[in-house]
């Protein structure tokens, strides 16, 4: 189990190593492309915050109680992104998509 999260958190790495990469064209694209990466986006935050939420009710003690705290703000932030991604304009969902993608965290996203 612990090799399948292993696996399965690199692949997450690396899928948003890419998205950052190519942050400008994903929100420069169609509807249907920014629209699905906030959704996905959301539906991963949901099944990390499930999951750290879970573990931490099977065994208090792992990873430190920290799922008592970061799985219900996951959780949170998995319900922001569906809404977003479901009933917003087209423009707030790209502006979210170049906010949660970019690698600086000075640089200035009212472009």
Known sequence: MS???L????VLLVLY???????????????L???AIILISGLIFGAGGTFLFLENVDEPTWAFGSGFIL????AVAACFYLVVGTFFPL???RDLLRYSFR???NDDIRN
């Open 17 to 31: 190593a890419h998205v950052s990469n190519n942050v400008d064209r994903y929100g420069n694209s169609g509807n």
């Open 71 to 74: 799985g219900p703000l996951l």
């Open 3 to 5: 090799i399948a999260l």
């Open 103 to 105: 690698h600086k965290l």
């Open 7 to 10: 696996g399965l958190l690199l």
């Open 91 to 93: 423009q707030q969902v």
């Open 33 to 35: 492309v920014s629209r």
